[in-house]
């Protein structure tokens, strides 16, 4: 499986980003998917999760500011992430399941930097 995340970059808080993640998987569309990030020195984290059939569910720190949605056609998950703010720097994946990754594989991330 091969899950392509990508969309980051820099911005200053308060700033918005759209994050996607293609999947090559068959399935897709049948699959829950889960965006997590990745702070250095801190441990891997689920941000945001989709089921197969569109129920959404957040993290606490992130609810309120970042939507999760999914474009099965296209095999793709997004993460629009508004009113960003410094602690969300890390780097982003995408993984199949809900809130727990199927995959060991997780691809190279998108990197988040929010400046103050």
């Known amino acids: 499986v091969q899950l392509q995340a990508s969309g980051g970059g820099l911005v200053q808080t308060g700033g918005s980003l759209r994050l996607s993640c293609a999947a090559s998987?068959?399935?897709?569309?049948?699959?829950?998917m889960t965006w997590y990030r990745q702070a250095p020195g801190i441990q891997r984290e689920w941000v945001a999760a989709i089921s197969n059939s569109g129920s959404t569910n957040y993290g606490d720190s992130v609810k309120g500011r970042f939507t999760i949605s999914r474009d099965n056609a296209k095999r793709t998950v997004y993460l629009q992430m508004n009113s960003l703010k410094p602690e969300d720097t890390a780097v982003y994946y995408c993984n199949v399941g809900f809130r727990r990754p199927l995959y060991d594989q997780w691809g190279q991330g998108t990197q988040v930097t929010v400046s103050s």
């Open positions: 998987i068959d399935i897709f569309s049948s699959s829950a």
